[in-house]
């Protein structure tokens, strides 16, 4: 089955810089890469999704990019804000009703 | 669109009793819920995926007989948790799936879970 290793477990970085998670997948027929954020006993949120047509994907402040020949995908956040420390999830699947393999987490604190 | 309602939110129970924990989609259809236990500061485990009308498949290690779910229609799926044991406390979050619709999960709120 699909295997997703995450890093870094934790991450801080100062408020305004950028913050950078990674993610690496084994299964190369998975086609769908989201990023979910979870706040201290809240919900995972979706925050940006990639599909493996695609390289880069950039919605506002965050960013997603996907390298398919090495299995690996990252999220960045640009321009931090305090609002942006949460524990990030990033999950693979080969889509219909597979289910997602998540990564172990990585806990973003944002430094004022 | 696409919301997700959890209840309880926050459950106390004694050991050996039951627990349900009931999962709504509140303004799509869901063919396929999944069931997750979040142990702290820890990832999300799936522990099965329902599907509307059948049985729930189950990953390994996850006691079917243990954690009963029923996915009786389009928009509600349930998990009961059987004579539940401390170590069965936990934050137990489910997620759907649009019917035929793409991959994209939504989250319900979680269920806190502590069994005395």
């Known amino acids: 089955g699909e295997n997703v290793e995450q890093h870094p477990s934790t991450l801080s970085v100062q408020e305004g810089d950028s913050a950078v998670i990674k993610c690496t997948y084994s299964d190369s027929a998975s086609n769908y890469f989201p990023w979910y954020k979870q706040e201290l006993g809240k919900r995972p949120q979706l925050i940006i999704d990639?599909?493996?047509?695609?390289g880069e994907k950039k919605d506002q402040r965050i960013a997603v990019t996907l390298n398919k020949t090495a299995k690996h995908f990252s999220l960045h956040i640009t321009e931090t804000q305090p609002e942006d420390s949460a524990v990030y999830f990033c999950a693979a699947t080969r889509g219909g009703n597979e289910k997602l393999t998540f990564g172990t987490g990585t806990r973003l604190t944002i430094i004022p | 669109g696409a919301v997700v309602s959890q209840h309880p939110s926050r459950v106390i129970c004694k050991s050996g009793t039951s627990v349900k924990i009931e999962c709504r989609s509140l303004?799509?259809?869901?063919?396929?819920m999944f069931w997750y236990r979040q142990f702290p500061k820890k990832s999300l485990m799936l522990m099965a995926t329902s599907n509307e009308g059948s049985k729930a498949t189950y990953e390994q290690g996850v006691e079917k007989d243990k954690f009963l779910i029923n996915h009786a229609s389009l928009t509600l799926s349930t998990l009961t948790v059987t004579s539940a044991h401390p170590e069965d406390s936990s934050f137990y979050i489910c997620?759907?799936?649009?019917?035929?619709?793409?991959?994209?999960?939504?989250f319900g709120p979680g269920t806190r879970l502590l069994v005395l």
């Open positions: 990639i599909r493996s047509n695609v």
């Open positions: 303004d799509f259809q869901a063919t396929t």
């Open positions: 997620s759907s799936k649009l019917a035929g619709g793409r991959e994209t999960q939504y």
